[in-house]
């Protein structure tokens, strides 16, 4: 299973990015983040059909979704603040339909996108 992410940048708090990641086939995926000297971290998850979680801190800000006719799946990320600062990362969960919190149940990773918000 191949995954790429795209589309992490530099913003201004308040400001908005889209991150997608093109996967190779239809999974269970998440969206997990690492900022310098903390632990990774759910951000989003989708299930194959679409039902999703969020963390409490970017719930109302954030959303995942998912087009499966391009086995790709976004993060639109609004009101973006400071600490929303990190890599980015897309994670898929094989042989599973559903997304899970903890990182160690996905399977395949992408390489990583970062996003910066200035203050």
């Known amino acids: 299973v191949q995954l790429q992410a795209s589309g992490g940048g530099l913003v201004q708090a308040g400001g908005s990015l889209r991150l997608s990641c093109a996967a190779s086939?239809?999974?269970?995926m998440g969206w997990f983040r690492q900022a310098p000297g903390k632990e990774r971290e759910l951000v989003a998850g989708?299930?194959?059909?679409?039902?999703?979680i969020y963390a409490d801190s970017v719930k109302g800000r954030f959303t995942i979704s998912r087009d499966n006719t391009k086995n790709t799946v976004y993060l639109q990320m609004n009101s973006l603040k400071f600490e929303d600062t990190a890599v980015y990362y897309c994670a898929a969960r094989s042989g599973y339909r559903i997304p899970s919190t903890g990182s160690a149940e996905y399977d395949y990773w992408g390489q990583g996108t970062l996003v910066t918000v200035s203050s």
């Open positions: 086939g239809r999974y269970a």
């Open positions: 989708i299930s194959s059909d679409g039902s999703t």
